[in-house]
Structures are given as structure tokens and as C-alpha cells.
């Protein structure tokens, strides 16, 4: 088991009302070096703002409510504004949901991927650009020196994410935080991508956190998952043991509710009931209220994750149920 | 189906006075506006009872006398009360600033409407007159209208129109384009209702509530035109009182006499804020939850 | 689409305005029903001014025919003769229009100098004090009759402090020209700067909470970077239209702020003519300001289109 590079503990993260809405509330995953962790969860879930705050992108009207988030040794969550942006794009780097907005649409392409080292490693203005070039090679944009020269509005929507792909590799960050980052793209385009994702990672052997509501993409690019639920992480462990035998019963809804490619269920289920307010969220699990398993116990108290083994964890005090009910009835092939 | 239409319709236009009901009183700005330029009104009316010299009475063996209890704000150059010549200007050129917007309002709110509405060459022809209009500086073009058509009250009212109704115009048009392709306005047509009626009960509504907001600003614009059409001496014509004249007067008398030329202007401002808290209070106030 | 495609097909667009332009200068003396030429003249309607009048603007011809014959006397080069000074009224505008580019060229600069910093502090310092002073600045700001603003600065800087400006007149040289103009040009820029800041605020509000700016800042770069380099840059870019589509009021400006410090701009002479009831000149003046305008509109457009690469692709 590889050392752990990002260990996060009971993350939280606010937008002060009134009403005060809990957009994470306490929230607890690592990431360990060299592997791609998976964060999945729907809209709401919390995940988009748990990745920002651990470098403290967060938009302006929320705010870091809690928890610790230490990498090497630092905690982010406390650290001093200067101490963060020398974390950020030198040890860990991000890629967003939107290419076309992400990028500024008045400065050239080469320009943007070459401004981190220009700017933060000190090379020079050739060096920069000889550097960006590198970079695009490396991320399979065609005819590098005459793309460099234009502007994003000029590419299409695959290759401006992989222009974002080489910004964030551009300073060799030993973690790169993906927020849906081929959410908005074509199929086809988005499947490039992935590869190109997973590749990079085996070559460069660098940590990505991905986050997305698309199951099978998680599946197809991570080791590890965390499913996110009303803003906390429900459960954690391998992705292929989470995706066969989920431990929590809103993990088996979610697989239940998505179409799968092997044909193995013949209809879908949706989730009954409606995903909870978070200004006002259910109490005890916050998943009692939907959850097809409930018990008296589950509506009150805390429900933290606890482990289940080396590997897993759940927030579930009822595992066993989840576990049994996809013995019964599995989401994937080969049982 | 048309009876649908007309339901959804009527119900986007109660949402926004039912939230204006509920509001006004918890709006700082709209509040303050109201307040402020609800007391220059009441003085304005109440200008003969609040100030005991006549305006245009001259007196010359009083000129340019400090403030004293008799006459509170001095005299200015012919021995006239500067307390009373602020009050009644500022009747002179409220009133005239409120008549004044009138005009453009209503021309141009129905051209934009029909413009807006209907495309095709009625809404071409309508930006180029909008764009000769606005080819020529506010002033520049309203001077020479004031020139052209001679002074005099009535004139500006002319001039000011055929400046003024571009905004209105330009506003209401933006407005309908957007309103035209909403779902209660496809429903109307699908359901057969006629134009006329589609955009008398159902666009005008919701429309014309940027053109109100606007026409606030719009008075103060105007009041401001007013004011400067007076210090050039092409506004209202003496011995009628009028701010921007008296700030003319004064300029003469600056190393002396100062607070001739400041006291109006200071009116105009204070006017003027209290129109724009209004403007921005009720743009608050009208805007959909 | 090059720049010059681009300019060209403006500058085609502008062909209907320029009609329309010229139309309504012309129809500016047939506003009023009856003898054109002695409404002009009012009480200086002299016989021989009359026919002066007539011949010049051949009045008993039909309108289209007086358009064209307008229209081509403009096209010469010709705008009339003044009837004071019986000099071309062209060449009166061209020697009077200096001061006026002078004042319209400073005021844009200071306008810029002090808008754009009081915008970004503002923008950064959002909700906190320096902000809402700033957003206090267009509220009240609009509400100022500008040429009483130039009053109240010529009575404290040219009257009191020091007396550090000229209180009217044009002065000589550079250096006197700039001393002379500041408090005019101050007047002017201060007249446009609240809707200059009020616009720029919210661009950079906007910008700021972009999704580029936060990839800016995953890079780590330094915060100056980020707003100067990425959040200004595409800020300005609107700004610049907002600027193009007031420069009506701020050239407008210049005509009341030439009255009030004796500048002899071109303002100064249409107010003198239209006391003069010298009405070629007035028509001068006005047609030379829309020109102008015109002209800034063009201005705004090629600069905004080499500024924002997205323009050209349209």
C-alpha cells in the first residue's frame, strides 16, 4: 500500500445563509500516491465544492467551515493564503468541468500553458514556450507550434481540455483534481480523454482525484472510489468491491437507477423520494428517509464512516443489508 | 387554449405588483427616495406659503445681502430672495421635468413595442432613426432644436421629446424581444389570440416596468437638461426662476458671493439623489422573485 | 474577417446614419412653419439677410431639391457662410476646433485614470467600504448638472487654493494649453466617470467570479497577475463599448464646460451664434459634432475588435 499523499478528515463547507446551507458536512476520504480516487455522488451530492476546497478555490459566497486537509505534512484548511498558492499548480492542479469558460478567452493557448512556468518557475520567455509545446505533445494536440498561437474559441471542445490537461500538468503537480472534466464533452471525445488521463497518470505517476456523477467513467479510470451523499462520503474502498457489493444502500440505489451495458438487470430503479434540502437535512443518516433498508436506528445520531476491513469503509450501521440485497439481485456481471 | 394563455399571462404580471405591495416599505433605497424627493415636492408646492418674498420682486437697495432671518438664503444681484427664487425654481423645472418625460415615454415605449414585435422593416426603420438620433451629442442636438423651434417652455418640451424617446425606445424593444419568444407568448399566438391584443394586455405589462425605472433616471436627465439649457440662457425665460439661470446669475459674483451659484446646485443634487434612490428602489421592488 | 474587412463593413453601415445625419441638420431649419429664413433670423431679419438667406439656401426651390443642393454643397466641402463674419463657416469650425479636441482627448484620459482604479478597488474590496463609496460615486454622481461641477472647481482651485488654474481662457503652448485645460477636461472626465466606474465595477465583479480566473489561480499565480493580466484584460473589453456608446455625453459635455471657463472650442461658437442667430454656423457646428461622434463610434468598434479576438468571427 503506497503512502498517502492527501488525507482529508470531516471536511466542511458552508454557504452562510440565512439560510445556511451545508454544502459538505463533514466529509472524510485520502487519496494516496499514484492512484486515481473517484468521487462520485449526483448534483447536491457535495462533491464539486469538496474538491475546490482543498486548495481553497471555493466561490466567493461559500466558505471552509471545518475539517483538516493535510498534504505533506501542511494543513490546508489553516494555511495562510501565500502558503496555499504555492501549493496550487506546483503540487496540485486542477481541471474543470467547462473548457470553453475555463479558459481566457483573449490570451493564446500556448500562452496560457506556458504562464505557470513562466510565471512560477522562472524560465524565460522560450523556455516557457518550448515548455508549453512539450506539453501539448504530450497531450496529443495536433500541430502543436500553430495551435499554440490561437485563441480557445478557435478549438474545438476536446482539444481545449486537453489544452486545460497540459496547463495542469505544466508545473508537475504530484496531484491533479479533476472536476468533471469530460462531463461536457461528446462521447467519443470524452472517451479520448479518458485515455489520455489514465496514460498520463501511468507515465507521469501522478494522483488524480476524479469527480463525476457518471458511474461507469469512474469505473473505467479509477482504483479507488468515495460515494458522496447530502454532502458527506457514504462509502469508500476499491472500486471494483464497491461497485459488486456495496456496503450502503444508497451506493446499491445508485448502481440500481443506471443503466448497465451488460444487461444483467432488466429495469431500472429510481431512487424514491427526493434528494434532501441541504439547509435543512434529515437527521440521524441522511439517506433514512429513501432508504429501502431502514431501521428505528438509522434516524438518529451520527453516522460517520467506519471501516470495514483494510480497504472499506461505510457510513452504514446496517452493511450487511445492502450486501445481501445485491447477492440477491446483482448490478454487474459475473456475481 | 387562448383562455389559458391568458391566465399564465396575467398571472407573470400580479407576481410583480404583489411583490411590490409587500416590499416598498422594507426597500431602504425606494424609501429614501421617496422621502427626499417627497419633501422638495411638498416645498415646491407649498413654495408660495413656505417663502414670504416674491421671486421676481426686485429690490435694489438689497443686493446681494448675507442670510438673515428675513431673507434666509440672502439676495442675489438684483435684490430678489434666494429663498423663494430656489422654491419656485424648483417648481418650475420639477414640473417641467416630469412633463417632459411623458412624451418620449409614450412614443417611444409603442415604437419599441411595434418595433420589437413586429421586426421586418418597421423595427429597420426604427433604428435608424434611433442611430441618426443618437449620432449627435445630448446637448449639441437639443440646442439646436432650442434653437430651431425658438425658447420657451413649450419648445423644450418638443426638443426634449424628439431627443428623448431613443431610450425609451431601445429599452422596451430589448424588453419585447426577449418577452416574444416566452412561453406565454408562443401560448397566445398558438391559441389565436390577435396582435393587438397580444401585445396590449400581455407584452405591455411586463414590459413597461424597465421603462418606469428608466423614466425616473429619465427626470433627472431631464431636470438636468432643464437646468443647463437655463445657464446657457436658452431654458426657461426670465423672469420665470429657474436653478440654472440663477447659477448663471451667480457666476459673476463667485469671488464674492459664492453661495449664489452653489446653493442651486446643491438642489439640483440633492433632487437629482432623490430621484435615483427612487429609480434604484423601484427597479428593486419591480424586479421578479 | 480582417481588421480591414471588418472596418470597411462598419464603415459601409455608417453610410445610412450619415444620411440620416445630414437629413435631419437640414430639416433643422424647416421646423417651424413659415419663411425659414426670417425664423432663422428672428430679429436680425433684415431684407437683405432674407435674401441672403435665399440665395444661399435657394428656400424657394421644393425640399428635395434644397436636400440636394445641401447635400452637395456638403460634399464640397462647403457648410455655408457665416452671416456675421461673412467667412466660410467651415473655416470658423476648423480654426475653433482645436481647443475642443484638446479638452474631449484630456477628458478621455482622465476619465480612464480615474475610473479604472476606483473600479478595481471596488471589485476587490467587494462589500466592504471602499466598495460601497465607490458604488455611492453613480448614485449621486449622475445627479451633478456638470457645468455646475466646473463652477464649483474653478471656485476652489482657480479661485482659492492657491489659485493653481487659470480660470478661463485657452492659454499658449503645450504646457500652457494643459494648464489651462486640466480643469475643464477634469470637469468633463468627472461628468462621465460615474457611469465609467459603475460599468467597469460590475464587468470586473463578473469577470472575477469567471471560471478562467479560477484557473488562473489553480496555477498559483500571484493575485496582481490574475486581475491584471486575465481579470482587467476581459473587463476592459465591455468597457470599452460602454465608453464608445457615452462618448455622445462626454463630447456633448464639452459644449456647457467651454461655456463655463471661456474655452473658444467649437461649443463656445455655436452658443455665440445661436445669440448671433447666425444659423449656417449652428448647422455647421452640429453636423462637424455628429461627424465626430460618428467617428468615436467607429473608433470604439476597431479598438474593442482588436482587443477581443472573439470579435472578427462574427
Request: net charge neutral; hydrophobic share 50%; proline share 7%.
Amino acid at each position: 500500500m503506497s503512502e498517502t499523499l492527501l488525507d482529508v478528515r470531516d471536511l466542511r463547507v458552508e454557504f452562510p445563509g440565512p439560510p445556511a446551507v451545508r454544502a459538505v458536512d463533514g466529509a472524510s476520504f485520502d487519496i494516496r500516491a499514484g492512484e486515481a480516487l473517484g468521487v462520485v455522488g449526483e448534483s447536491g451530492s457535495g462533491k464539486t465544492m469538496a474538491l475546490r476546497a482543498l486548495v481553497g478555490l471555493l466561490p466567493r459566497s461559500a466558505r471552509l467551515a471545518g475539517g483538516t486537509i493535510v498534504f505533506e505534512g501542511m494543513d490546508l484548511a489553516t494555511a495562510s493564503p501565500e502558503q496555499l498558492r504555492a501549493v496550487r499548480g506546483r503540487s496540485i492542479s486542477m481541471i474543470f468541468q467547462e473548457p470553453m469558460t475555463a479558459l481566457n478567452p483573449v490570451m493564446r493557448i500556448g500562452e496560457q500553458i506556458g504562464e505557470g512556468p513562466l510565471v512560477r518557475l522562472g524560465y524565460g520567455r522560450r523556455r516557457a514556450r518550448e515548455r508549453a509545446l512539450e506539453l501539448m505533445r504530450l497531450v496529443g494536440i495536433p500541430d502543436p507550434a500553430e495551435r499554440a498561437e490561437a485563441y480557445p474559441h478557435e478549438l474545438s471542445g476536446g482539444l481545449r481540455q486537453r489544452a486545460m490537461i497540459a496547463i495542469a500538468l505544466s508545473m508537475e503537480p504530484k496531484l491533479i483534481l479533476c472536476d468533471e472534466p469530460t462531463t461536457a464533452l461528446d462521447v467519443t471525445i470524452q472517451d479520448q480523454i479518458l485515455k489520455l488521463l489514465l496514460s498520463l497518470r501511468e507515465r507521469l505517476d501522478v494522483s488524480i482525484v476524479f469527480v463525476s456523477h457518471d458511474l461507469a467513467v469512474i469505473a473505467q479510470t479509477c482504483q479507488r472510489v468515495a460515494v458522496m451523499y447530502a454532502g458527506q462520503v457514504v462509502e469508500t474502498g476499491p472500486v471494483e468491491q464497491v461497485f459488486r457489493e456495496p456496503r450502503h444502500p444508497y451506493t446499491l440505489s445508485l448502481l440500481r437507477s443506471v443503466p448497465d451495458v451488460d444487461n444483467v438487470r432488466h429495469q431500472l430503479t429510481a431512487i424514491p423520494g427526493s434528494p434532501p434540502d441541504l439547509a435543512d437535512p434529515p437527521s440521524g443518516c441522511r439517506f433514512h428517509p429513501r432508504c429501502p433498508f431502514v431501521q428505528p436506528d438509522c434516524v438518529a445520531g451520527a453516522f460517520p464512516l467506519r471501516p470495514l476491513g483494510p480497504e472499506r469503509a461505510t457510513a452504514c450501521i446496517h452493511p450487511d443489508a445492502a450486501a445481501a440485497d445485491v447477492r440477491r439481485e446483482p448490478v454487474l456481471a459475473g456475481g | 387554449m387562448g383562455a389559458a394563455a391568458e391566465t399564465f399571462a396575467e398571472a407573470v404580471v400580479i407576481e410583480h405588483r404583489r411583490g411590490f405591495r409587500r416590499r416598498w416599505y422594507r426597500t431602504p433605497s425606494f424609501v429614501a427616495g421617496v422621502s427626499i424627493l417627497g419633501s422638495i415636492v411638498l416645498l415646491a408646492v407649498l413654495a408660495p406659503v413656505a417663502s414670504w418674498h416674491d421671486p421676481i420682486q426686485q429690490d435694489l437697495s438689497q443686493i446681494l445681502q448675507s442670510p438673515s432671518w428675513d431673507h434666509p438664503l440672502g439676495t442675489d444681484e438684483l435684490g430678489r430672495d434666494v429663498w423663494a427664487r430656489l422654491l419656485f425654481g424648483a417648481r418650475t423645472d420639477l414640473r417641467v421635468a416630469f412633463l417632459a418625460v411623458l412624451f418620449p415615454f409614450v412614443i417611444g415605449t409603442t415604437i419599441g413595442l411595434l418595433a420589437g414585435y413586429f421586426g421586418g422593416w418597421m423595427d429597420t426603420v426604427a433604428n435608424w432613426f434611433v442611430s441618426v438620433v443618437v449620432a449627435f451629442p445630448f446637448y449639441v442636438l437639443i440646442i439646436a432644436l432650442v434653437f430651431a423651434l425658438g425658447s420657451g417652455t413649450r419648445n423644450i418640451y418638443i426638443a426634449i421629446t424628439i431627443v428623448g424617446w431613443v431610450s425609451y425606445m431601445r429599452i422596451v424593444r430589448g424588453e419585447v424581444l426577449v418577452a416574444k419568444r416566452r412561453d406565454y407568448v408562443l401560448a397566445a399566438r398558438a391559441g389565436g389570440l390577435s396582435d393587438t391584443r397580444i401585445i396590449g394586455r400581455h407584452l405591455l405589462p411586463n414590459v413597461i416596468t424597465q421603462a418606469i425605472v428608466f423614466a425616473m433616471s429619465d427626470i433627472v436627465l431631464d431636470i438636468l437638461a432643464i437646468v443647463t439649457l437655463g445657464y446657457l440662457g436658452l431654458g426657461v425665460q426670465p423672469p420665470t426662476p429657474d436653478w440654472g439661470k440663477m447659477i448663471a446669475d451667480g457666476q459673476t459674483y463667485l469671488t464674492t458671493q459664492w453661495e449664489l451659484s452653489t446653493i442651486p446646485g446643491i438642489a439640483v443634487v440633492i433632487t437629482a439623489l432623490g430621484l435615483s434612490l427612487l429609480a434604484d428602489g423601484l427597479a428593486d421592488l419591480l424586479r421578479p422573485e | 474577417m480582417s481588421l480591414t474587412g471588418y472596418v470597411a463593413r462598419r464603415l459601409l453601415q455608417l453610410v445610412p446614419i450619415a444620411f440620416g445625419v445630414t437629413i435631419l441638420v437640414f430639416f433643422l431649419i424647416h421646423l417651424v412653419p413659415g419663411d425659414p429664413a426670417r425664423t432663422m433670423l428672428g430679429n436680425h431679419a433684415t431684407p437683405q439677410n432674407v435674401a441672403l438667406l435665399h440665395r444661399q439656401w435657394g428656400l424657394d426651390e421644393p425640399l428635395p431639391v434644397q436636400y440636394w443642393r445641401f447635400l452637395a454643397r456638403i460634399a464640397r466641402g462647403d457648410l455655408g457662410s457665416s452671416l456675421n463674419y461673412s467667412v466660410p463657416a467651415g473655416r470658423l469650425v476648423l480654426e475653433r476646433l482645436p481647443p475642443t479636441l484638446w479638452l474631449i482627448g484630456l477628458a478621455t484620459i482622465l476619465a480612464v485614470l480615474i475610473s479604472v482604479p476606483l473600479a478595481a478597488l471596488a471589485a476587490t474590496k467587494r462589500d466592504r467600504a471602499a466598495d460601497h463609496v465607490v458604488r455611492a460615486v453613480p448614485l449621486v454622481g449622475l445627479g451633478f448638472p456638470q457645468f455646475w461641477v466646473g463652477i464649483m472647481l474653478l471656485l476652489v482651485f482657480g479661485l482659492h487654493l492657491g489659485r493653481a488654474f487659470p480660470v478661463g481662457g485657452y492659454g499658449s503652448g503645450f504646457v500652457g494649453h494643459l494648464h489651462s485645460m486640466f480643469l475643464p477636461a477634469l470637469t468633463v472626465a468627472l461628468g462621465i466617470t460615474p457611469i465609467l466606474v459603475r460599468s467597469l465595477r460590475a464587468s470586473l465583479l463578473e469577470v472575477l467570479e469567471s471560471d478562467y480566473v479560477t484557473t488562473a489561480r489553480s496555477k498559483g499565480l500571484p493575485e496582481r497577475r490574475v486581475l491584471v493580466r486575465h481579470a482587467l484584460r476581459n473587463a476592459v473589453i465591455s468597457t470599452v463599448s460602454v465608453l464608445g456608446v457615452n462618448i455622445g455625453f462626454l463630447v456633448g459635455g464639452t459644449l456647457v464646460v467651454e461655456q463655463v471657463f471661456a474655452l473658444p472650442g467649437i461649443g463656445q461658437l455655436m452658443i455665440n451664434s445661436i445669440f448671433q442667430r447666425d444659423f449656417p454656423v449652428v448647422q455647421a457646428v452640429t453636423l462637424v459634432f455628429a461627424v465626430m461622434v460618428v467617428l468615436v463610434y467607429l473608433l470604439t468598434d476597431v479598438v474593442h475588435a482588436l482587443l477581443d479576438p472573439r470579435v472578427r468571427f462574427d
